[in-house]
């Protein structure tokens, strides 16, 4: 049976954890490794069964712990070359990847881990390189988009192909023109290389979302120019306009930011 948690999410820290009884793939790394601790003892989760972990991309609150977990636990690491570079020159990352844990992968090149079969794809964000994940295992198709400037034509494929989706809504277009971030950031964040809009994802659902989509988690929200119930309300309201209603249809959730979810069964 597989099971989903997300342990943070948002630019405080980004960290997922897709489980069975015997594998487990962690999914970034970007909260503290104290936490991460905390976390999974709560949860009555070994934190030694991190064996294997995916990461997106190299910004700081997605990977800053990748090194504490390798050290404590010896986990694999796959993401690509680029992605790997950008954690060694970053020096927001005090611990890096060690050489002999590095694994690298190729967009659009399925590889297994176990039981999962895992197909990195791009997403177009000003990072070195950014990557989701459409992970397959027993029949169920999970996909993962964060920080997503924009949705391209591979990544409405794998919107397509999900049971269960992760996909960022991160700020409403008004609330982030009309607040206090400098101008060169608001373009930075509405650029096609920045995040994803409410309005932007909820287009995405009503254009790309087929009836095998059982539950769509809303990540990355914005503190500052966004908030869980207009995130859920606004693209609830969008779906409804094309004919899809939101936990009918699929059901519809936020994902917190410095809080975890509960555990979600995959079925």
Same mark, same amino acid.
């Given at each position: 049976m597989l099971r989903f948690i997300s342990f943070g999410s948002g630019s405080s820290g980004n960290c997922y954890y897709l489980y069975t009884e015997t594998e487990s793939l962690l999914i970034d790394a970007g909260i503290g490794p104290r936490l991460l601790k905390k976390y999974f003892i709560e949860y009555g989760l070994p934190l030694a069964d991190i064996k294997n972990v995916l990461l997106t991309h190299d910004h700081a609150d997605h990977v800053k712990s990748i090194g504490n977990v390798c050290e404590k636990t010896g986990a694999i690491v796959y993401t690509t070359r680029e992605v790997h570079i950008g954690i060694d020159k970053s020096y927001c990352i005090r611990k890096k990847v060690p050489a002999d844990n590095r694994r690298y992968v190729e967009k659009g090149k399925t590889f297994s881990i176990g039981s999962f079969t895992i197909t990195p794809f791009g997403v177009p964000h000003d990072s070195a390189d950014n990557v989701g994940y459409k992970i397959e295992c027993d029949g169920i198709? =999970?996909?993962?988009? $964060?920080?997503?400037? @924009?949705? $391209?034509?591979?990544?409405?494929?794998?919107?397509?192909? /999900?049971?269960?989706?992760?996909? +960022?809504?991160? &700020?409403?277009?008004?609330?982030?023109?009309?607040? &206090?971030?400098?101008? &060169?950031?608001?373009?930075?964040?509405?650029?096609?290389?920045?995040?994803?809009?409410? @309005?932007?994802?909820?287009? /995405?659902?009503? +254009?790309? /979302? %087929?009836p095998k989509l059982r539950h769509v988690w809303l990540c990355h929200l914005s503190d500052e120019n966004n908030h869980p119930e207009l995130a859920r309300t606004t693209i609830a309201n969008?779906?409804? @306009? &094309?004919?899809?209603?939101?936990? %009918?249809? =699929?059901?519809?959730? $936020?994902?917190?930011?410095?809080?975890?979810? @509960?555990?979600?069964?995959? +079925?």
């Open positions: 198709t =999970f996909c993962i988009i $964060t920080d997503a400037g @924009e949705i $391209t034509d591979e990544m409405k494929q794998y919107i397509s192909d /999900a049971n269960y989706l992760v996909i +960022e809504a991160n &700020h409403d277009v008004e609330m982030l023109k009309a607040g &206090h971030y400098p101008e &060169h950031l608001k373009r930075r964040i509405l650029s096609n290389i920045g995040h994803l809009s409410n @309005e932007a994802c909820a287009l /995405a659902l009503c +254009e790309n /979302a %087929t969008i779906l409804r @306009e &094309h004919g899809i209603i939101a936990d %009918t249809d =699929f059901q519809l959730d $936020t994902l917190r930011r410095k809080l975890p979810s @509960e555990i979600n069964v995959l +079925e």
